[in-house]
């Protein structure tokens, strides 16, 4: 892998991000433009099937109104940080009945990323479509070992509502885009919601940096897409190199994953922080690709 290469952050933390190698995973020209909005595949839905007692008793439940829908907030709520230090996490709920989960890895950036406050607006915006949003902290100011904590916050966040049967969209950005991909490897031994889909976002080359995380484990339905900002100079394509490489390595469909080069235009520049931003052009840089990954898992 070689020496890392230290990568400075736009809020004065640094990170290392190892070189990428000459023979980087590359896509075939047909797979480039493949949609992920479309069905996930490969995934077998399961149903449990209900005893004439138990069918007896959720029609009772029903009529009395102590159905499901009791249970759900009448109004968008955020409740956080859940948990102490690294392990604290952010809960965010939509209205009623929840359409999807989206599971949210800020970058590095110190105390200030650590909190929702920079991605709010975004946050909000999942809400209000019907998302829960699942925002761990994990890093106060700076941590190696992240992963731990990522699925003590998720985990933590996930027994206070019903995960069962929503589509997942694992989201991240910068050293959270790396962040974002090793979750969805490691979710399903941790008996974690797993991802549908993942979207990362100008990544770093790694998430977890004291000890790799394989994503052989990745599974192999699962849709991807990766971001590059065309004025990125803190992690440039860098980092989106060499998770292809890692995803070759570990036998991840090349087919499964949509790259999307940002482009700079009048009144956006697609540097490191314009995934913080609000314009229109950001929203459509980044909401809604995320939109449609989310729309593709519901439809399904």
Excluded at 73 to 92: E, N, T, Y
Excluded at 181 to 204: H, Q, T
Excluded at 213 to 224: E, F, K, N, R
Aim: glycine residues 12%; proline residues 8%.
């Amino acid at each position: 892998m070689g020496s890392p290469v230290l990568l400075s952050d736009p809020n004065g933390a640094r990170y290392q991000a190892a070189p990428h190698p000459e023979n980087s995973y590359r896509l075939a020209a047909s797979d480039a433009g493949r949609d992920l909005t479309s069905g996930r595949s490969g995934r077998p839905k399961q149903y449990m099937r209900l005893g004439p007692g138990l069918v007896i008793l959720t029609a009772v439940l029903a009529l009395l109104g102590c159905g499901e829908s009791s249970s759900y907030p009448d109004r968008p709520s955020a409740v956080g940080p859940i948990g102490k230090g690294a392990a604290g996490v952010w809960l965010f709920r939509p209205a009623g009945k929840p359409k999807g989960l989206v599971v949210y890895f800020h970058g590095q950036g110190g105390f200030r990323e650590a909190t929702p406050v920079n991605h709010r607006p975004w946050i909000d915006h999942l809400v209000a479509r019907g998302s829960v949003v699942v925002y761990p902290r994990w890093e106060l100011t700076y941590e190696n070992d992240p992963m731990q904590y990522v699925v003590a916050g998720v985990r933590a966040a996930t027994k206070r509502f019903d995960v069962s049967g929503l589509p997942v969209l694992s989201l991240g950005y910068s050293r959270g885009g790396a962040l974002a991909l090793e979750y969805g490897a490691v979710a399903a031994r941790n008996e974690l919601p797993v991802p549908d889909k993942i979207m990362s976002i100008f990544p770093s080359s790694l998430g977890n940096q004291q000890h790799l995380i394989d994503l052989t484990p990745l599974d192999h339905s699962t849709g991807l897409l990766i971001q590059m900002g065309e004025a990125d100079a803190v992690v440039g394509k860098e980092g989106a190199r060499d998770l292809l490489r890692r995803l070759k390595a570990g036998g991840f469909p090349a087919q499964n994953i949509e790259l999307d080069f940002v482009d700079s235009r009048a009144g956006f520049k697609a540097d490191h922080t314009a995934p913080f931003r609000t314009s229109p052009a950001a929203r459509a840089a980044f909401w809604r690709p995320a939109d449609l990954l989310l729309d593709g898992i519901v439809e399904s």
